[in-house]
């Protein structure tokens, strides 16, 4: 009986340090990029995955109209947003 419940301890041990280095810092950092999508407001500047840069003109409910230039408009999904840049990034 003791022999087996010592046989899987370095497998539960394998377990909890995957989760704490892998799964949960994965996980939090997927919390925070939801907080920033659903923070998304009109005239924030933000860069996409792509690398795009630009400043949001319109917002829906899973896309985004970004404005990369003037009177040049882009339509791209919520989550393509990597990142709000602070004002006055894009000239």
């Known amino acids: 009986m003791q022999s ?47 690398g795009v840069l630009g400043k949001v ?3 829906g409910d899973s896309f985004i109209t970004l404005e990369i230039s003037a009177g040049v408009e882009v339509q791209l999904q919520r989550s393509a947003v990597v990142q709000v840049l602070p004002k006055g990034s894009i000239k």
């Open 57 to 59: 003109a319109k917002l």
């Open 4 to 50: 087996s419940l010592m046989g899987m301890l370095p497998l539960v041990l394998m377990f909890v340090v995957l989760w704490f280095v892998m799964i949960r810092p994965q996980m939090k950092k997927a919390k925070e990029h939801k907080a920033m999508i659903d923070a998304l407001a009109k005239g924030d500047e933000v860069a996409t995955a792509g």
